[in-house]
């Protein structure tokens, strides 16, 4: 007898998603992904200043910050025509970078560890034992005996009053945690250094963007942190070795922390390189121009498509074969629910048929997600580090090849052990370890321009609209630490028409389309064991393994009022 | 001097306060600091250090769920930034945060039955902290948890709470949700909970020294510091950007920076010109800074977008047009004599020397011409 349940919220994410699940025989039968809340930002948008659609757009998102200026300021720059500088290259390069290595420490260490790390075992390991396990996998300094107990003792005063906090109410002691208490003691520690390092290296985008989250320095057609190296008010050669020096402690943190972790933990799950593979297509934009030319041909992560898990064939990505369908998403299209259509052409009406809260359940024979489901060539496609890395190594990428090599050579496994859970997960590390390791070269070549008197960071040719056509649309592209972003802008008269964005976690964690195929979540939770359905932990992990962020993932744009319009009057 | 300065210090606070902080793995040196560092940003006299330092000891750890609702996470990124304490010091040692969705093990009715076990066991004691907006329209079928809605939950966890305190301009004032044409009908926190006890720190996201500030304060005091008209604390909101910028003395001579990246622009002249809202925004943005007070906007070379100001998406915007002039006050204005005014986009304000200034480096940018008060 087939059982529903309802995991809401999925929590230790960004937003808020909402998986229901059909189990029978201790396997997931069928699945349904619906994220819960919608705020309409691209309406909001709508009839605004293009220069100011960056601050909006990276409200987006609070965690994966910075992303959506990105593919906005890209949108508005090809719809205008806009090179940029070399430095503004740089910078966003350096800022993306950081923030892809940033984050996705964040995700293993706080959002994903504990459904592989079971804190409480910790409180049994011998310090003695932990200590020569971390010696035996890595030179990081922080490994003695004292520390580890020390670490311990902290826990169990923490334990000792009774009072959990966000530890409470867990999967503690559930069957599908293998690590030996050791392995938790040193996940731990690590859990906490993760904690303190990533307030650190993070600092990188208030020296180059006044803050973070939600920095605070992106223009159309470059950057607003200026460059000279005789001025205390600009970034010089003080400031960019204060960068240099938080680049190499999150490159090391990487090297020496991050992977180590990584593969030791998953060589004691390596049955979920067999789980949660999902639909097997994978697309990727590519990221971080190598060069200043504006194209898109010599990129570090390289842009491609993937279909059907054939490495063999890297497909050209065309943005014109995307759609996005509301068949089972809450809004109606003018031309009926079935088509897909164009984000040019994307239009959003809410239509919302689910029940009315409070409700148990929600009716997943109709309509149930605010996400909409976005395909390419009508075929549902998985994007973030996998896909990127995929194409890459499939590209021949040299870096992607010599890191996924040694990897997969660790853990004993081939290549299709990458098509799931555990590959998601490995693959992120992976992606991390490549951009901690890029990041100093754009530093240095960023000197290397300052050095040579080239100060340049904002191109000002088309900044006063009038200089611009009457009407202009363009597509902006980003490599998200989650995967492939596009934002389409159209421009009228100065001011956005229209705007669509189609993010990472739209791809992932859509709902079916017309044709009933299921988004990345869904194919992916289908034939994984539940061993326990009080406690889904098997469903956090493979749902974790995309890194899930939800208010990115939730848009809408029609008409609006002339209300701002009226208040701007003065 | 600085070794008497210390020992001073150090004996203001019992010494098996300190040691016990000892044990669970903070340094004396640590612990004074943070006690120092928040008498200071409270504006407190150095005696009250003895009293911070005993209202963070031992388990009498506040309970506190985090709600978070039309966010983008923004805030919560912003408290692991936190410094004065960390994060870590803040999860583990001074709060009990029993429920938070982006950093909580449970989930599913492990999460929500961990909420209500806090809510039952510590009605009217424990402190909800709220992210993002609440959506009204349609039942609130725009944001549900758990299978209920945000506002139902926000009226029942903010209802049954000692204090709430709505942490971003989302919870403040609505935020980016609530901007023109609104199309969820959000609100902010005071708006859907009338008769809670709300204390407001917009910004966007907030500034997390500005939170660990206020969460010490009533640990110390057992209520929330004392807040203006729009319901933010004084010690953070009290002034005008423009009134401690960094910058302020360029402004005064005159000196602007005509475009990003240009002779003035490099030397840190006043933004004014690119657009910088600092005149009408009031925030300790330049006091305290972000990231461990590494920068600010302003420092960075982009002006200020206002975020901290009620329905700053409306009313601030276009970002990069200066602001127009009205009839200025003086640097003692503060947002409560000013009044609701500039939120109606009545707009903004310059002392008439700051006007002539303005003037005297001419003014050849865009069509908003800055009018000369007499």
Known sequence: ????????????????????????????????????????????????????????????????????????????????????????????????GIQNVQDHVIHFYHLHALDWVDIVSALSADPKKTAQLAQSISDWPMSSVKYFKGIQDRVKAFVGTGRLGPFANAYW???????????????????????????????????????????????????????????????????IALIGKLLKKARRFVEQVYIPDLLAVASFYKDWAGIGGGVGNYL???????????????????????????????????????????????YSYSGGDDKGKHPYDGETTP????????????????????????????????????????????????????????????????????????????????????????????????????????LEVHNAEKWDPSTWPKEAQ?????????????????????????????????????????????????????????????????????????????????HLFDGRGNEIIKVRAL | MAKEEKQTQEGMIPEDILQRWETRGVSRRDFMKFCSVMTATLALPVTMMSKIAEAVEGDNRPPVLWMEFQGCTGDSEAFLRANQPTAT??????????????????????????????????????????????????????????????????????????????????????????????PTGAISVSEAVPGATVMNLPGCPLNATNLTAAIVHFLTFGRLPATDSLGRPKFAYGKRIHDNCERRAHFDAGQYAEAFGDAGHRQGWCLYKLGCKGPETFHNCPTVRYNEGTSWPVQSGHGCIGCSEPQFWDTMSPFYKRLPNVPGFGVEATADKIGLGIAAATAVAFGAHGVASALRKGDDMESDQVIKED
């Open chain 1, 351 to 454: 239509n919302y048929t689910g029940p009315k809260p409070p409700y148990e359940f929600l009716d997943t024979d109709g309509k149930y997600s605010w996400v909409k489901s976005p395909r390419y060539m009508d075929q549902p496609m998985e994007v973030g580090p996998l896909a990127r890395v995929l194409v890459a190594y499939a590209s021949g990428n040299e870096d992607a090849k010599a890191i996924v090599g040694h990897v997969l050579k660790t853990l004993g496994v081939g290549p299709a052990a990458l098509f799931s859970t555990l590959g998601r997960t490995a693959a992120r590390g992976i992606d991390c370890l490549m951009l901690a390791q890029k990041n100093e070269l754009w530093l240095n070549q960023l000197a290397d321009n300052m050095g040579r008197g080239i």
């Open chain 2, 89 to 182: 010091e803040l999860i583990l040692d001074y709060l009990s945060i029993d429920y938070h969705e982006t950093i909580m093990a449970a989930a599913g009715h492990q999460a929500e039955a961990a909420k209500r076990q806090t809510m039952e066991k510590y009605k009217g004691k424990y402190i909800a902290i709220v992210e993002g907006a609440i959506p009204t329209a349609e039942g609130g079928i725009y944001c549900t948890v758990g299978g209920d809605s945000a506002l139902n939950i926000a009226r029942e966890v903010c209802g049954n709470a000692a204090a709430t305190i709505a942490v971003g301009s989302c919870a403040s004032f609505g935020g980016i949700p609530a901007a023109a044409p609104n």
């Open chain 1, 173 to 239: 002691g559930h069957s599908a945690y293998k690590l030996p208490a050791e392995a938790n003691l040193m996940a731990v520690a690590h859990y906490l250094e993760a904690l303190e390092w990533q307030k650190d290296v993070i600092k990188i985008h208030a020296i180059l963007g006044s803050k973070n989250p939600h920095p605070q320095t992106f223009l159309v057609g470059g950057m607003a942190i200026p460059v000279d190296p005789d001025s205390q008010n600009a970034l010089n050669a003080d400031k």
């Open chain 1, 474 to 554: 363009g597509f902006g592209y980003h490599e998200a630490p989650r995967g492939a972003l596009g934002h389409w802008v159209r421009i009228e008269n100065g001011a956005i028409a229209n705007f669509q964005a189609v993010v990472p976690s739209t791809w992932n964690a859509g709902p079916r389309d017309a044709a009933g195929q299921m988004g990345p979540y869904e194919s992916a939770l289908i034939g994984t064991p539940i061993a326990n359905e009080e406690q889904p932990l098997e469903i956090l992990r493979t749902i974790h393994s995309f890194d899930p962020c939800l208010a990115c993932a939730v």
């Open chain 1, 284 to 330: 990727s934009y590519g990221d971080f121009p190598m060069d200043n030319s504006g194209g898109t041909d010599n990129l570090y992560f390289q842009r491609g498509v993937i279909m059907g898990k054939d490495l063999a064939n890297v497909l050209e990505m065309d943005e014109k074969k995307i759609t996005e369908s509301v068949t089972n998403s809450w």
């Open chain 1, 1 to 96: 007898m087939a059982k529903k349940i309802a995991v809401d919220p999925i929590t230790r994410i960004e937003g808020h998603l909402r998986i229901e699940a059909q189990i029978e025989g201790g396997r997931i039968q069928n699945a349904w992904s619906s994220s819960t809340a919608f705020r309409g930002i691209e309406t909001i948008l709508k009839g605004r200043d293009p220069r100011d659609a960056h601050h909006f757009t990276q409200r987006f998102c609070g965690v994966c910050t910075t992303v959506h200026s990105m593919a906005s300021i890209r949108a508005v720059e090809d719809a205008l025509k806009i090179k940029i500088p070399d430095n503004a290259r740089l910078i966003r390069n350096l800022i993306m």
